[in-house]
């Protein structure tokens, strides 16, 4: 019902940046919610920033003053802006978000299909 079209990860140095992109496409009458996960090998999965459609945003406090999260509606994108990268960074980012869809009741969750993301010398 949602596809994603991750773009962005790669293999950045300490200290880089990276932009992740997520474009959301589909059977979608509107979304509430965009933002970006991530889990690294043998940990949970967990937030990493969310904007709603009215630019209510959340940070986890790991990636605060560091990382930026936007939103453009129109085009149903979220971006994040990922400066002063650690080692600790290094995870796959799943994109997620919570939409209301055509066939379904209720508002549904959705996840892309995740990008690596690596900080490293």
């Known amino acids: 019902q949602v596809q994603f079209a991750e773009s962005g990860g790669g293999l950045v140095q300490p200290g880089g940046s990276l932009r992740l992109s997520c474009a959301a496409s589909g059977s979608i009458r509107n979304i509430y919610s965009m933002g970006w996960y991530r889990q690294s090998p043998g940990k949970q999965r967990d937030l990493v920033a969310d904007?709603?459609?009215?630019?209510?945003?959340n940070y986890a406090n790991s990636v605060k003053g560091r990382f930026t999260i936007s939103r453009d509606n129109a085009k149903n994108t979220v971006y994040l802006q990922m400066n002063s990268l650690k080692p600790e960074d290094t995870a796959v980012y799943y994109c997620?978000?919570?939409?209301?869809?055509?066939?379904?009741?209720?508002?549904?969750?959705?996840w892309g299909q995740g990008t690596q993301v690596t900080v490293s010398s």
């Open positions: 997620h978000a919570e939409a209301w869809t055509t066939g379904k009741a209720g508002l549904g969750d959705y």
């Open positions: 904007i709603t459609r009215g630019g209510m945003i």
